[in-house]
């Protein structure tokens, strides 16, 4: 089956801009992750939801960041004001059902950021 | 804080060669090690470690946890430029078993 994809793959804009970058998850999945990866380091936690509400959001870095997923499938990731510090690739995850952490997560292929 | 550190951070082998990647951590209320292979953008799911000792296999990568010192290895046979990527390592704890804690990640160029 179709596994997680994210749009779009790549997004440039300006300093100062608001942008907004999509998740689909896998079809059935009730948990979602969001995750931030600057270069040469290693993915970093976002926010999780479980269903349509976010379970945690303890690694959103300022009230810039914020995301939605109301219907409980696809979620959006919000910025705010962006600053050029916000470049990085932002990955968006899936699992089954969450919360247990013997659910595996599967990943898209993130979105490119770069604020100018 | 939770930290989880691999070594080396890059390593650049022939074709054929074996290696071994390793991944230390320091987790309050450990639960689980995660093996991720990273081309391009996204992240694939290798491994899942949780017990000590009990190797992993799959075709020529396996890997094993040891929970009393704190690390795991990632070993690859045989290796192809297939192989080339970057492998992630990841812990989760048990307050939240979800939010995957990386490390910086180990680059590995498998040459003709």
């Known amino acids: 089956g179709a596994g997680v994809s994210q749009t779009p793959s790549n997004k440039v804009t300006e300093k100062g801009k608001y942008v907004e970058l999509r998740c689909d998850p896998i079809?059935?999945?009730?948990?979602l992750y969001w995750y931030r990866q600057s270069l040469g380091q290693g993915p970093e936690f976002l926010i999780y939801?479980?269903?349509?509400?976010?379970?945690?959001d303890s690694g959103l870095p300022n009230d810039r960041f914020f995301a939605v997923r109301p219907e409980g499938s696809v979620s959006t990731l919000k910025i705010q004001r962006t600053e050029r510090g916000d470049s990085a690739v932002y990955l968006c995850a899936s699992s089954l059902t969450g919360g247990a952490s013997t659910d595996t997560q599967y990943f898209g292929p993130g979105t490119r950021l770069t604020v100018l | 804080e939770d930290k989880v550190v691999q070594s080396p951070l890059s390593l650049v082998v022939h074709e054929g060669d074996t290696v071994t990647l390793n991944c230390s951590y320091e987790v309050t209320n450990f639960r689980s090690l995660l093996w991720y292979k990273q081309e391009k953008k996204a992240p694939t799911f290798l491994f899942m470690l949780t017990s000590s000792g009990i190797e992993k296999k799959s075709g020529r990568l396996s890997s094993i946890l040891d929970k009393k010192e704190l690390f795991s290895i990632l070993n690859i046979t045989a290796t192809q430029t297939g192989d080339s990527a970057v492998y992630l390592c990841?812990?989760?704890?048990?307050?939240?078993?979800?939010?995957?804690?990386f490390g910086k990640g180990t680059s590995l160029l498998v040459t003709p």
């Open positions: 939801f479980q269903g349509t509400g976010a379970a945690d």
């Open positions: 079809s059935g999945h009730t948990a």
């Open positions: 990841a812990a989760t704890n048990s307050n939240s078993g979800y939010a995957l804690n």
